[in-house]
């Protein structure tokens, strides 16, 4: 029996009326978008792990891993390329100092070839805002608030929130890291994680705003800066996805999905999901969050 996928199974239950809501028809509804088919069990395994844990993947067993997410009916499952320690962890030849300083094989490629001989999709898990390793390395990239001050957590206290300005140098190493996954690794979709429209005050920032006829000293301003930094963002590095892999899944998590993403819908396979919903007949509400902090299934991540 084939695979039954998203789109099929709203068109089955849009056209039998189970999805139609207040009895409205399913007829009247939009015909389903054609486009990337999303996987039903989607697993999200988190995997920030730091330097100061030892031996990691030593006893990793790739058919041992994928052979269980067969057994869980798992389809879909995103895996790490950096989290938000900042560690890589496949062989990266741009970013060697990078590499988690305690694992010893190509884990991320392991666990791609594994799950692909089992017909599992594996979105590329790839931090953004916050890396660790990027904000002890190079302070001068961190967003400052209205005093210059950095925002997210302070120095001396644990946590890796630290937020990390995209109009600084950052988003030149983060372009290099992200090319470097799409031209070594084969990539089912790229999952960025942790793309907010942060108030950020840096030189680069204010420079920005100048030039735009912004004023850096009015909220409102460094506000709607924000937005366009973070969309800009998102066209760009959809742009590069693309180049490489036109049929990649692409999704930026913010948290949840709001109206301020319509600008930049296309940017993300999940405007298919909120249309997938239309035309099965169902009231499309957000916003949509995770249910868990570990791995967990979700109706979009895939």
Known sequence: MPELVRRDFLKLAASTG????GGASPAAQPPLPEGIPLRFRQIHLDFHTS??????GAAFDPDEFAGLLVKAHVNSVTCFARCHHGWIYFDTKKHPER???????NLLAEQIQACHR????VPIYITVEWDHYSAT????????????YPTGTPLYEPGFYRNLCLNSPYRDFL???VEEVLTTLPVDGIFFDIVHPRECNSRWCRERMEKAGLDPTRQSDRLRHAL?????????FTALVRRYHPKATIFYNSGHIGPRHRAVARCSHISNWSRYRAAAGVICTFPLRRATAGPSESKYWG
């Open 99 to 105: 590499r988690h300083p305690h694992l010893k094989r």
């Open 51 to 56: 330097e100061h844990i030892q031996d990691v």
């Open 118 to 121: 089992r017909n599992i999709r």
């Open 137 to 148: 390395h190079h302070p001068e990239w961190l967003v400052l608030d209205e005093k210059g």
């Open 175 to 177: 372009r290099e890291h």
């Open 18 to 21: 189970w999805l139609a809501p």
């Open 228 to 236: 366009e930094t973070v969309n800009e963002f998102k066209r760009e």
